[in-house]
């Protein structure tokens, strides 16, 4: 490092040196095991498809593998209950808990600005951070899903990968206490995740209460069927008209933000002149 001006105050490059030295607060070995949580999170927040079931046994071997910890403990009594499921029955429970119920959805920009157009700048200031750290989201999911938020923070480290989460600790909280509230066995992924973050504050604590009790935010201008009290959830579908929120599937005249599946407008169908017999009173000749 170049030394500093001597018109650099003496605080400033006192400052500056001392967080220059500053060690990193995790060893490589804590890195690489953060890492492996996240990943595990990452794969068994998803569906539980036929391939997830079949590998079960492997990825339960690979969270007993890792150090004692509170997120260890977290995976263990999830694995343990994950493994011992029929696949049918994990598949049931997967739908009623992410895609049935508002307050355990896995889009985390949903929580903060619900179906309102700020959502969509959302995701695509989450998108452009992924592409800046040189990160492509893959698939037909959205940014905001917390599968692919943990698989960025597992490949790109507990800084810049893991801000994301940091930013929606708040909605990390609702799901947890949603998914606790239903007596749910994931409720032991989203406790594991929390424990890897900063300790949430009063002002956390409070925002969530708020949150459970009132829900997302939304906006009534230019959604009516929203404002009466529709909601559909992404992967839903979406009446003519109806609003969309991004994942969810809008025909022709839905408002549709990033995100949601228009199909093309189908034109109209060409006028047929009527035949000659069918306008002559006299029949054919």
């Known amino acids: 490092m170049s030394p500093l001006p001597d018109t650099v105050p003496a605080i400033v490059r006192a400052r500056l040196r001392a967080a220059v030295r500053r060690p ?17 999170l990452s794969l068994l927040l998803q569906y539980p498809d036929a391939e997830l079931t079949a590998a079960r046994p492997a990825v339960a ?29 994990l598949e049931r429970h997967y739908v009623e808990m992410f895609d049935l119920r508002r307050k355990s959805s896995l889009y985390l920009t949903y929580y903060l600005h619900g179906d309102t157009r700020r959502r969509g700048v959302a ?3 989450l998108a452009r951070s992924y592409r800046a750290a040189g990160w492509q989201v893959g698939g037909s999911e959205l940014p905001d899903h917390l599968p692919v938020v943990l698989e960025f923070a597992a490949l790109s480290g ?25 007596g749910s ?6 406790a594991a995740l929390l424990t890897l973050m900063p ?29 009466g009290g529709g909601f559909t959830p992404p992967g839903g579908f979406t009446p003519p008209g109806g609003f969309a929120p991004p994942g969810a599937f809008a025909p022709p005249g839905a408002f549709a933000p990033p995100g949601a599946s228009v199909p093309p407008e189908q034109a109209p169908p060409a006028p047929v002149p009527p035949s000659p017999s069918a306008s002559s009173p006299d029949g054919p000749r």
């Open 61 to 89: 071997a690979a969270g007993r593998a890792l150090p004692p910890s509170p997120a260890a403990t977290e995976l263990s009594a999830f694995t343990d209950w994950f493994t011992g499921q029929e696949p049918q029955a």
């Open 123 to 125: 995701l695509l200031t």
């Open 185 to 190: 066995p994931y409720r032991h992924l989203l």
């Open 199 to 227: 300790p949430a504050t009063e002002a956390d604590l409070a925002a969530v209460a708020e949150l459970a009790a009132e829900g997302p935010p939304d906006e009534d201008v230019g959604l009516d069927p929203y404002a």
């Open 158 to 182: 507990p800084g810049a990968g893991e801000a994301p989460l940091r930013r929606h600790r708040r909605s990390l909280e609702l799901i947890h206490r949603a998914l606790t509230d239903a």
């Open 24 to 40: 990193s607060r995790f060893t490589p070995e804590e890195i690489a095991d953060r890492a492996l949580v996240l990943r595990l």
